[in-house]
């Protein structure tokens, strides 16, 4: 009995400072996060509350203690209990370099885009002022709309290339294929709408020049002239 004294000390005295260890880690990062305000950055102008600083400072957590508690069973020599986590914690210690990988393209290509669009959109808040002269709602803003797709064009292929890091085809595969439609989209949207846009002027100015045409010959008064003036 005396020789497993040492063993249960040491597996006691492994799991309280390692989850001493792990408090500290996952205090350390929230403080960390919070400084760089990640859930200001990652919220933006959305209602919805963003909290991602409490997710990633969990998950360091939970990851750790779990490493803590298989150092401690090993300590014990209870083997073969855990090993489907080990294996499961393995592969998730093997792909974390992709991940954060990815994640630092993502929030990267996140703030490019922000810083991009969101002062485009305020230097071309004049282009507003056309939004009642094109049929739209008064409250519409086309700058609003620019730098939206300006946001759009610059982080879709950032998120392209943060989701190819992250090497998960079962993830990155189906994402990228529909990112990449909606990009090869794109330039049959804008060309749509450049159309409409032109057929629209056109149409505005055609209708007025036959408006007034009509006007001039006299098409107002022709109901009256016919002895019908009720009909039209």
């Avoid at 939206?148 to 085809?169: E, M, R, T, Y």
């Amino acid at each position: 009995t005396g020789s497993y004294v040492p063993s249960v000390l040491g597996a006691v005295l492994i799991l309280f400072l390692g989850l001493i260890l792990a408090r500290g880690i996952r205090g350390a990062l929230a403080a960390l996060l919070g400084k760089i305000k990640l859930n200001e950055r990652m919220q933006g102008k959305s209602p919805l509350p963003v909290k991602m600083e409490e997710v990633l400072s969990s998950l360091v957590y939970y990851v750790l203690v779990l490493y803590v508690l298989m150092l401690t069973l090993d300590v014990l020599g209870i083997e073969g209990v855990l090993d489907p986590v080990k294996v499961m914690f393995t592969d998730f210690v093997g792909i974390v370099p992709n991940i954060i990988a990815a994640g630092l393209i993502g929030f990267v290509g996140f703030v490019i885009a922000k810083m991009v669009s969101e002062p485009l959109a305020a230097l071309s808040t004049r282009i507003d002022q056309y939004a009642g002269k094109l049929g739209l709602a008064n409250a519409f803003s086309l700058s609003k709309l620019l730098g939206q797709i300006v946001f759009v064009l610059i982080f879709v292929p950032v998120l392209i290339a943060a989701l190819s890091a992250l090497k998960i085809d079962a993830v990155s595969v189906p994402a990228i294929g529909m990112l990449t439609a909606m990009m090869d989209a794109i330039p049959n949207i804008i060309g749509a709408a450049i159309i409409l846009a032109v057929a629209y002027v056109v149409g505005k100015f055609v209708t007025g020049f036959l408006a007034d045409l009509l006007k001039n010959l006299g098409a107002d008064e022709l109901p009256t002239r016919v002895g019908a003036p009720e009909l039209l």
